[in-house]
């Protein structure tokens, strides 16, 4: 310590205190503002950035509510479609049921029409040939002339078992 008193000296020191000062200087005009700006820029780049992800987060918190209402809109309008669906469905239903059974009360009717004709028109022929029947079986009778009653029922008996034939 004593060789650092003694290489003292003033001049030497007053001017590394000088070189340090315009150092400082020079380094505080060219150095630091620049850097300290880039800082400060960055800073508030970092803010913006944030600022732009706060803003977009809360964009996005409304698209999904837009998007559930969107989807709840969509979800509404398929049920009613499918409820209308069903009721034009069952209306359907129910107007092919009621046509199917009119047209069937209607050959129904044309049938049992058809039958009562059919049934007539048999009774009829039939009454026809019971009359004709009956008118050849009394000429027959007339033109013969029997006195005996027994000889007429045999010979009607003959006649009806001939008309069986």
């Known amino acids: 310590m004593e060789t650092l008193l003694n290489d003292f000296s003033p001049g030497l020191f007053i001017m590394q205190a000088i070189i340090l000062i315009i150092l400082v200087v020079l380094l505080g005009k060219f150095a630091w503002k620049p850097i300290i700006n880039s800082l400060d820029d960055r800073e508030q780049g970092i803010s913006e ?19 559930e209402a969107a989807a709840a809109e969509a979800r509404a309008q398929r049920d009613t479609m499918l409820k209308e669906a069903r009721e034009i469905k069952e209306k359907m239903i129910a107007e092919a ?16 029409e058809t039958i009562e004709a059919e049934k007539k028109a048999a009774l ?4 026809t040939q019971v009359a004709e029947l009956s008118v050849d079986i009394a000429e027959k009778v007339t033109r013969k002339e029997l006195s005996e009653k027994d000889a007429q029922l045999a010979l009607i008996d003959k006649m009806l078992t001939e008309a069986n034939i």
Do not use: P
Not at 49 to 67: G, T
Not at 103 to 109: C, G, P, T, V
């Open 49 to 67: 950035a944030l600022a732009a992800a706060e803003n977009a987060k809360l964009e996005m918190k409304k698209l999904e509510a837009s998007n």
């Open 97 to 112: 049921s009621t046509e199917a059974q009119e047209k069937a009360d209607k050959i129904i009717a044309q049938a049992q």
């Open 124 to 127: 009829a022929d039939i009454k």
